[in-house]
């Protein structure tokens, strides 16, 4: 039994969504026109950082409160959040099926998200494009390349630009999910921000709500950003 009364799994989303506002108004000060937004740039690689930080906040604090409403204690929660590292959503599927199993069903049922590309380095324009849960989860791995080599000073994330390999074999490259320039560049740009984004707080919504169903909890995510 825990020696301490579990926080409301709510209060785990209500610091995400605070989280969140952050990316949100960073991107609220992109001019978004055409042509290059001179400083503005910098928003862009600003957004990824926040956006995914504030996901990973929120993965670490949800699987501890769900630990915690299972009766663990604090040194069994500390090593279960300890032995996380960059999670990126098919981690945080993985241990929350693990955790809940009565939910892994949902967690792996089919959802779409719909996130600016840029196909070819033709485009002048992102285009809107559906994609389903499995490739979601599969580029937020490859933001996360984004976001390592944003960390590491290893891009700028404001210029087109040569992006480092993934640090592990399987992961995809970081080029996967950005826009293609000439001489085998690649840039963030805006639409790569919002597409990130967009997909960390969608795969986010959609594992707690498998959780929070198997568990008989109602979460509210009235204030999520759009990311429009």
């Not at 969504?17 to 000060?29: I, N, Q, V």
């Not at 690649?186 to 921000?193: F, P």
């Amino acid at each position: 039994m825990a020696l301490f009364t579990p926080p409301e799994p709510q209060t785990v989303v209500d610091k995400y969504l605070r989280a969140l506002r952050t990316p949100h108004k960073l991107l609220s000060l992109h001019p978004r026109g055409v042509g290059h937004p001179g400083n503005a740039a910098v928003l862009s690689p600003a957004i990824v950082l926040t956006s995914i930080s504030a996901f990973e906040g929120f993965a670490e604090d949800f699987l501890a409160v769900t630990l915690a409403h299972q009766g663990a204690g604090f040194a069994e929660i500390a090593k279960a959040v300890g032995a996380w590292n960059n999670p990126a959503l098919p981690e945080f599927a993985d241990r929350m099926r693990a955790v809940v199993p009565p939910a892994a069903a949902d967690i792996d049922s089919a959802a779409t998200v719909t996130i600016p590309v840029f196909p070819t380095m033709n485009y002048r324009s992102p285009t809107l494009r559906p994609f389903g849960w499995t490739e979601a989860k599969k580029q937020s791995r490859a933001w996360m390349q984004v976001r390592h080599a944003l960390t590491h000073g290893l891009t700028t994330g404001w210029r087109a630009e040569q992006w480092p390999p993934p640090l592990r074999q399987n992961d995809p490259h970081a080029n996967t999910v950005l826009r293609p320039m000439r001489h085998g560049d690649y840039s963030l740009v805006i639409a790569g921000s919002i597409s990130c984004a967009r997909i960390y707080s969608f795969g986010a919504q959609k594992i707690a709500n498998a959780v929070a169903d198997a568990n008989g909890w109602t979460l509210n995510w009235d204030a999520i950003p759009d990311f429009d």
